[in-house]
Structure formats: C-alpha cells, structure tokens
C-alpha cells in the first residue's frame, strides 16, 4: 500500500514562495511519475504539475509555467513543488498523486483519473 503526506502549505502575500513536499512510502516510488494537483473551494479539481520516474520530463499547467517548479529526490521518496510569485487565484488545497500507469515511462498525464494513490492536501492561501 503506498501512501503520500504532503507539507509546506500555509498563508503567504502575493509575490511570495513556498515549497510543498510528498512524501511516499513503498519502493515503487522512484519508478513511477508524480503529479501535483490543486482544487479551489467551488471549483474543479485541475491539474498543476507532474514529473516521470526519473525527472527528465516535466509538465506544467499553463496558469502556473515559468513560476512554479516540480522535483523529485527518489533517494528521499519525495516531490517537491516550489512555488513562486504567488498569486491570490493559486488559493486551493493542493494534492499530490501517485501514476502506477508510467512506470520507468519519460512521459507523464495531466488527467487526474490517471493517477492510483493521492495525498490528503494541504491548504495553500494567498492574500492579495
């Protein structure tokens, strides 16, 4: 059974950063892509980022490229979000989620429903 824990969430003015952090337990975390994802209260759940098995390829959401990174360190079984210039629309619970379907792949999904094992989120707000 894998499960994630995600961290680093809180309150931050806008312009401001924060790295998240999933932790993974099982060994087939260094084998699979991760992804991130948020959702904001009233809305759908969207995709934000993701990551394959070993880094090489990344995919970001178009609200978010060019100010939010992904990472993995899979000696630590963890990803990571760094997010910057922070905006008040990026308020939401982000989740981190785990894709059992792109084992050793160098491609990654932005379809929620690809993904098997998710986080329990944490809350990130932005004040204006």
């Known amino acids: 059974q894998v499960q994630l824990v995600e961290s680093g969430g809180g309150l931050v003015q806008a312009g401001g950063s924060l790295r998240l952090s999933c932790a993974a337990s099982?060994?087939?975390?260094?084998?699979?892509?991760m992804g991130w994802f948020r959702q904001a209260p009233g809305k759908e759940r969207e995709f934000v980022a993701a990551?394959?098995?070993?880094?090489?390829?990344?995919h970001y959401a178009d609200s978010v490229k060019g100010r939010f990174t992904i990472s993995r360190d899979n000696a630590k079984n963890t990803v990571y979000l760094q997010m910057n210039s922070l905006k008040p629309e990026d308020t939401a619970v982000y989740y981190c989620a785990l894709d059992t379907g792109h084992y050793y792949s160098s491609s990654t999904s932005d379809n929620g429903h690809d993904y098997d094992y998710w986080g329990q989120g944490t809350q990130v707000t932005v004040s204006a």
């Open positions: 990551i394959n098995w070993n880094g090489a390829t990344t």
């Open positions: 099982g060994r087939i975390f260094s084998k699979i892509a």
